[in-house]
């Protein structure tokens, strides 16, 4: 699985958007880009996953450049909730890969 | 839907004992992992199971830990005998299949004196 490269912290005011990098220069065309966030004293939660295009849900968007080495997390209308750890992970996903963690962002959403 | 389902969700126990840590899956999934989290560390995986069967166990410490999943509903952690350096949260996930989304549970903290 490729390594992801994330800023250790972030801060983010609350109401405006929060754009998260994460770089992953070796990923390789079969390996997907995964978000999970962390809140304190929680188990990991699945936020979104993508290929090659950019996809969106309810709770973000993921952007993936062209070249597919580099994406970044937006979570459009960031909240004090949306204060958390924020991991990209890059695997095989559903063709079997497994999550390697690393040490992600912490985001901190101020009011 | 309950979630993924852990327990205890505390444990203090001393150096030298056994400890076994549950786990509930999701009804319906195929996949449970088990994970480690430390500060030192981070967060680890230790052993996933697709239907019921171990499909990598490369991240289990040593052989004083062992993971069961002896039906669809349930699957066991034990520590045998346990050590300080085991303190840490231990969860549990469950996916429809490797490699789709996980559920996290809760978690367990297990504190080794």
């Known amino acids: 699985d490729a390594k992801t490269t994330q800023p250790p912290s972030m801060d983010c005011a609350e109401g405006r958007a929060a754009n998260l990098p994460c770089n992953h220069s070796?990923?390789?065309?079969?390996?997907?880009v995964y978000w999970y966030r962390q809140i304190h004293s929680q188990g990991p939660q699945y936020i979104i996953h993508?290929?090659?295009n950019n996809e969106t849900n309810e709770m973000a968007s993921l952007i993936i450049t062209e070249d597919r080495k580099s994406s970044t997390l937006i979570l459009p209308h960031a909240t004090l909730r949306d204060t958390a750890v924020y991991y990209c992970i890059v695997t095989l996903g559903v063709q079997g890969g497994k999550l390697i963690f690393g040490q992600g962002t912490e985001l901190s959403v101020k009011p | 839907d309950a979630g993924v389902i852990q327990s205890p969700r505390h444990e203090v126990t001393e150096m030298g004992q056994e400890v076994t840590l549950r786990c509930k899956p999701i009804?319906?999934?195929?996949?449970l992992f088990w994970y480690r989290q430390t500060m030192m560390r981070g967060l680890e995986l230790l052993i996933y199971f697709n239907n019921n069967v171990p499909i990598d166990d490369s991240g289990m410490p040593e052989d004083r830990f062992s993971a069961k999943m002896p039906n669809a509903s349930f699957s066991t952690l034990k520590i045998q005998p346990s050590e300080p350096r085991d303190s840490a949260v231990y969860f549990c996930?469950?996916?429809?299949?490797?490699?789709?989304?996980?559920?996290f549970g809760p978690g367990t903290r297990l504190t080794v004196l």
């Open positions: 996930a469950s996916s429809l299949s490797t490699g789709n989304e996980q559920f």
């Open positions: 009804s319906g999934h195929n996949s």
């Open positions: 070796t990923i390789s065309g079969n390996e997907y």
């Open positions: 993508g290929l090659k």
